[in-house]
């Protein structure tokens, strides 16, 4: 678990912080004076003269600036890297990311469960096909249900990614743990 430091006077913009990464990356939001993985502070908090930067972040591995108002893609990007984000789970129809949950269709829930049992590996459309549709149906209807689970479950990450030539995967990092290790 990453551990994040928030270093500001402004109380809106510590909560959008904590609220950003809360529940969409596995960290821990920690006080002055304990060791962290990644910290963001602001020019003002710290006693130095405001630059238009505004909001500094710095990890060990992914040092950036942001500017103020951050977007929620940024902020993720400066804590993300080399951390696993919150896995995805399915329960019948009901698909559990990032501390949500999220309603799907019969065919939504059916492509993502095939996704998930593939543990990170790529299932190819013709799999889909014949798993998801029993073969009957075109194969232009992988891009239309694929199209819907990205608009329900990504926010700016990519969860499903996809190759021409192999077909679609989860990304490994968004499975169960020690699904993710065997990936």
Known sequence: MKRVYIATKNEYLRRKIALTLNGVLDVTLVRAGEEYDACFW???????????????????????????????????????????????????????????????????????????????????RAEILHDVWDDGADEGIINVYIHYLREKLERGEKIILSSRRSGYKIDGRYLYREEAENA
């Open 42 to 124: 602001d020019l003002d908090s710290m006693g130095e003269a405001p630059k238009k930067e505004g909001l500094i972040a710095m990890s060990r591995t992914f040092p950036c600036t942001l500017r103020i108002p951050a977007a929620f893609e940024d902020i993720i990007r400066c804590v993300s890297e080399g951390v696993s984000p919150a896995p995805i789970s399915l329960n019948g129809r009901i698909c559990h990311i990032r501390g949500e949950s999220i309603r799907l269709t019969e065919l939504e829930a059916a492509l993502l469960a095939r996704l998930i049992s593939a543990k990170g590996e790529f299932v190819s």
